[in-house]
T-cell receptor
Framework: IAGITQAPTSQILAAGRRMTLRCTQDMRHNAMYWYRQDLGLGLRLIHYSNTAGTTGKGEVPDGYSVSRANTDDFPLTLASAVPSQTSVYFC???????????????FGAGSRLTVL | GQNIDQPTEMTATEGAIVQINCTYQTSGFNGLFWYQQHAGEAPTFLSYNVLDGLEEKGRFSSFLSRSKGYSYLLLKELQMKDSASYLC??????????WGAGTKLIIKP
């Protein structure tokens, strides 16, 4: 089934540890995104990428980094995790570029991260 | 600042109709989206409005009034599987998506 695969599904992590959340899409979509979802708040964009080799910062980029080596993969790395990064992380993709209209997002199932 | 307001939670009865409202204050407007998110799952696209009026898609309809900064999602003939959170998102003048916190809809038999 075409879509987005995220791994791990959930993870408990000690503060200060490095963690990479994986995201792979098989729809050949141009743009990919990482969002975090916290209770009582709307989805917040962390980073995005419009094409392989380019990335951009979203609303809450601090403490996170991304790379886009190819069309399909868009990993999110927490270099040194802190408790405030406890959240559910969603990877998404869109056929259209970030910053264009009528851009429908397809989301992965999410990665629940707990930082202790 | 930019703001999207939705009710936190709503309850409705199976077979009934429910309207979920969304009001927004954003710097510019380039479209409004509704997504459905079942508990523990990914959000999935429901509708997109960029012009004023009603867009109907089966049991779901979405309405937009740009002058009032207002949209609603109308769900008819409610089914138990419609129990989910409904997310409103507005694309601002920079084509950035601003998301509401979502409305949790509980359907009772």
């Amino acid at each position: 089934i075409a879509g987005i695969t995220q791994a791990p599904t959930s993870q408990i992590l000690a503060a200060g540890r490095r963690m990479t959340l994986r995201c792979t899409q098989d729809m050949r979509h141009n743009a990919m995104y990482w969002y975090r979802q916290d209770l009582g708040l709307g989805l917040r964009l962390i980073h995005y990428s419009n094409t392989a080799g380019t990335t951009g910062k979203g609303e809450v980029p601090d403490g996170y980094s991304v790379s886009r080596a190819n069309t399909d993969d868009f990993p999110l790395t927490l270099a040194s995790a802190v408790p405030s990064q406890t959240s559910v992380y969603f990877c998404a993709s869109s056929e259209g570029l970030a910053g264009s209209g009528a851009n429908v997002l397809t989301f992965g199932a999410g990665s629940r991260l707990t930082v202790l | 600042g930019q703001n999207i307001d939705q009710p936190t939670e709503m309850t409705a009865t199976e077979g009934a109709i429910v309207q979920i409202n969304c009001t927004y204050q954003t710097s510019g407007f380039n479209g409004l989206f509704w997504y459905q998110q079942h508990a523990g799952e990914a959000p999935t696209f429901l509708s997109y409005n960029v012009l004023d009026g009603l867009e109907e898609k089966g049991r779901f309809s979405s309405f937009l009034s740009r002058s009032k900064g207002y949209s609603y999602l109308l769900l008819k003939e409610l089914q138990m599987k419609d129990s989910a959170s409904y997310l409103c998102a507005v694309m601002d003048s920079n084509y950035q998506l601003i998301w509401g916190a979502g409305t949790k809809l509980i359907i009772k038999p």
